[in-house]
């Protein structure tokens, strides 16, 4: 993936996975909810997960999915996710739909969704994990209200449908 840097003035990473598969490697440069690749504006996505690996897979399967119709964004842990997201909220944007893997270093998933949803609580929340405990994410449905639990190694037309239904 390649990393576009704002126009804003803090210069925040921004995704556009339409240059990357349209073979184009240039910079281009990016305004709020606007990539200038794409010209409409669109909803965003985040997706959580401190495996390198497995973050590219399921931006690559979202991009395949839907292709320029969402802003996607890729965080290697909730830290990151949290501060951004106080970002996109303090510029008067949105986040649409949160994907977001249980087990983490410091900050585990569950405790993540947990925190946004009590801030932001019209984000769609996602949860993935291959080894997430029944008490995690009994937790995270209670308290996060999260719209689905999928587990790892998950699959494509599942968990693309359950992003769909989200988003619509």
Known sequence: MVSY??????????WCLSAVLRASVRRAPAVKNVCYLCVVPKKRILCV???????NTLMGQLYQTFGNRYLYEAFTSAEEAEEFIDEIYAEGENVHLIICDW???????????????KRFPDVGLIMLSGQASPEAIERAKNEAHILAFVSKPWDKDELMGLVQKALE
Do not use: C, N, Q, T
């Open 49 to 55: 997960d401190d495996e390198k690996v497995v973050l």
């Open 103 to 117: 087990l983490m270093p410091r900050v585990k998933g569950d405790e993540f969704l947990v925190r946004v949803h």
């Open 5 to 14: 840097p704002s126009r804003l003035a803090h210069s925040r990473p921004y």
